[in-house]
């Protein structure tokens, strides 16, 4: 007898709470929008399973809201290889949280804490759960309800096991904005994929609805202060507000939402139209971000919401990135960037000339030069990043180096002033040394700290120490047979660097550094290749490549002086997170004693073929001359010399 009436005094609990939560849902939404007014009728007569049952038929069969994923472009239920690894192992809780640990077991029961090395971002993705929305589209191709069933378990073990506001560890990781943010956003596809299931049932509507206001008013009180992650948080909040329209705050979180981007578009985009972080990677992440929102708001004939001057200043990010484009439609890995790929990069042109369809340079970049034009320019200078690009043209098979010379930037920015990329017939000859790690326990942080650091750059230091940036004095010049982009930059208090760099015949290029000022010590320009198999000559020295396609580069220091000393460097570079791959680079060496300046002259040439080619540097009161034999095998003349001046 106890023993039931215990049970009864559960279920009575148990019901109790559910219609307490059923009318908290049902309060925050205006049930006097169309095709609720039986909802409405339900909740006033106390009703509340009768009020989410008809508001569950409600959601099965609204038409009227379109989500972008399901619009435009490619079909949102393409089932790829990489979602078939994260559904089938999220399904046995190996859970896909980032492309640097692959799967992580996080046990029958679930662990969310569980934290196997100590790298936050670890324990904030886990909280973007990237495994639920390949479920769902495992689910569509296969009408398997026990996927279903499988990711409501998720669900709500979430839930249960994520409280906010009880364990600071909890709130740091599992409800930082950023990740209820991306699950603000991700909740809309997810709905769209699973609300046709007979497991959407109304008691799950209430948890997942219940849910969703929460999180929704959670990234509206606490917004980022800053950078990429707040523009992603507004844009998320966009989201919402389109999406789900049945909420009375919905208005709220989409006018916000809009409000804070339009206000950082002026903030965070420079008038040279690149994103004040300087690294490419979030550059073009924040267009997809700027792009997504007004999308949706079109999809909800809310557009007109936005300021006149959004629309263009996203088309002039799209051009600013063209402008840092190497010839595979990539961008540099400077700033944290990992390495893009063409067919990824060619998805975004095509979606931006889907938003931009009269501009011919974005139809040229999206069709690989099928339709529209090539752009006028080729070198260019956007001066209030500092981003510099020389060029022999817009085909695979030219040249390009993108060279860094800018303010000082955020959380994402190096100090690497002076350091460039440089591609030749679609290939990265001279990468960036890329970004491992972002943050974590101190095994982390120094390893994120080798990746940081000045002298794993392309760039002059002095004593191996950190340089500051601030680069002035930026220029670009043409003369009869060359191009030359220069800059100044306060590297050390006492010290001032001095580079230019000029692309001489649409073939080679000369590197001219100097260092003046007071500051003494051991003074280092460097350079560094992409992996493969390269040798190092000091007594030329000349570090020349041997790579499988004969596509090759040649780096030589040619400064008339023999106080100059050669160092083989050992280094690595990361094309993605905590991966990395041997390469080499050499250093060129000269001791400063006192206030006289220090000068470096070094040869950069790409070239095809097995040989490289020989250059001979003449140097005499601030003019060089350079002569150099022709590199094709057939045409072993030497040329003229070629009368440049320093500048």
């Known amino acids: 007898m106890r023993y039931s009436i215990l049970m009864l005094l559960c279920l009575w609990f148990f019901s109790a709470h559910s219609q307490e939560k059923a009318n908290a849902l049902l309060s925050k939404l205006d049930l006097s929008r169309d095709g609720l007014s039986e909802v409405k009728v339900a909740t006033e007569n106390g009703d509340y399973d009768a009020a989410l049952s008809l508001l569950t038929k409600y959601y099965k069969e609204r038409s009227f809201v379109n989500h972008l994923d399901f619009v435009d472009g490619e079909t949102p239920y393409a089932f790829s290889s990489s979602d078939s690894m994260k559904a089938f192992n999220g399904m046995k809780h190996k859970f896909f949280v980032h492309y640097g640990y692959g799967c992580l077991d996080y046990g029958d029961t679930i662990n969310w804490k569980h934290w196997p090395v100590k790298d936050n971002e670890i324990r904030w993705q886990v909280n973007r759960m990237y495994w639920w929305i390949p479920m769902a589209k495992l689910y569509h191709s296969t009408k398997d309800e026990k996927i279903v069933d499988e990711w409501i378990y998720q669900y709500r073990d979430w839930i249960k096991d994520n409280p906010l506001g009880v ?44 849910l969703y206001y929460k999180q929704a008013n959670h990234v509206r009180q606490n917004y980022s202060e800053q950078g990429n992650h707040l523009l992603f948080e507004a844009q998320r909040m966009i989201y919402a507000g389109c999406y789900f329209p049945e909420f009375k705050d919905s208005e709220k979180w989409r006018q916000e939402g809009i ?26 992440a924040t267009i997809e971000i700027f792009r997504k929102a007004l999308r949706m708001a079109e999809l909800s004939g809310l557009a007109s919401e936005f300021p006149k001057e959004y629309k263009p200043t996203i088309e002039k990010m799209i051009m600013s990135t063209i402008k840092i484009g190497m010839t595979d439609l990539t961008y540099p890995m400077f700033g944290d960037a990992k390495r893009e790929n063409e ?46 690009s020389m060029r022999s043209g817009w085909d695979k098979d030219d040249i390009a180096l993108v060279m860094k010379a800018g303010p000082s930037g955020h ?22 040394a890329g970004c491992y790690v972002y943050s974590g326990g101190p095994k982390v942080q120094a390893k994120r700290e080798s990746y940081r650091r000045t002298d794993v750059h392309q760039t002059l230091t002095v004593d191996n120490k950190n340089i500051s940036l601030g680069a002035f004095n930026k220029k670009i010049d043409k003369g009869i047979n060359y191009e030359v982009i220069s800059f100044d930059n306060h590297s050390y208090s006492n010290g001032l660097h001095h580079r230019e760099i000029y692309f001489v015949d649409n073939k080679f290029f000369l590197v001219y550094d100097k260092l003046t000022g007071n500051i003494t010590g051991e003074t280092r320009v460097r350079f560094q290749v ?21 596509i090759n580069v040649m780096v030589q220091d040619v400064t008339p002086t023999k106080d100059l000393h050669v160092v083989e460097e050992d280094l690595t570079v990361s094309y993605s997170y905590r991966s990395e791959v041997d390469r080499k680079g050499i250093a060129f060496l000269q001791s400063k004693q006192d206030a006289d300046q220090v000068e470096f002259y070094t040869i950069v040439y790409p070239y095809e073929g097995k040989d490289h080619p020989d250059v001979e540097v003449k140097v005499s009161e601030g003019k060089f001359k350079i002569r150099t034999k022709d590199v094709n095998p057939n045409h072993r003349s030497k040329g003229k010399y070629q009368i440049l001046r320093l500048k």
Request: with cysteine.
């Open 411 to 432: 959380f994402h920015c190096q100090p690497d002033n002076g350091t460039f990329s440089l591609m030749y017939k679609n290939v990265l000859l001279m990468p960036d």
């Open 167 to 210: 364990d600071s560890d909890i709130d740091r990781y599992s409800w930082r904005p950023l990740e209820v943010a991306r699950r603000v956003q991700d909740g809309t596809n997810l709905f769209e994929y699973y609300k046709s299931s007979d497991r959407f049932d109304a008691s799950f509507l209430l948890d997942y609805l219940s």
């Open 343 to 388: 067919k990824s990069m060619r998805k975004k042109y095509k979606r931006w000339q889907h938003m931009f369809p009269n501009n011919p340079v974005i139809a040229y970049f999206a069709t690989r030069g099928k339709e529209g034009v090539e752009p006028e320019f080729r070198s260019t200078l956007m001066k209030n990043c500092g981003f510099f």
């Open 530 to 550: 992409k992996e493969g198999e390269s040798t190092v000559d000091a007594t030329k020295r000349l570090l020349n490549t041997h790579y499988d396609r004969d």
């Open 259 to 284: 409000s804070i981007l339009a206000k950082e578009l002026k903030k965070q985009i420079f008038e040279d139209g690149f994103q004040y972080e300087l690294s490419p990677n979030y550059h073009v």
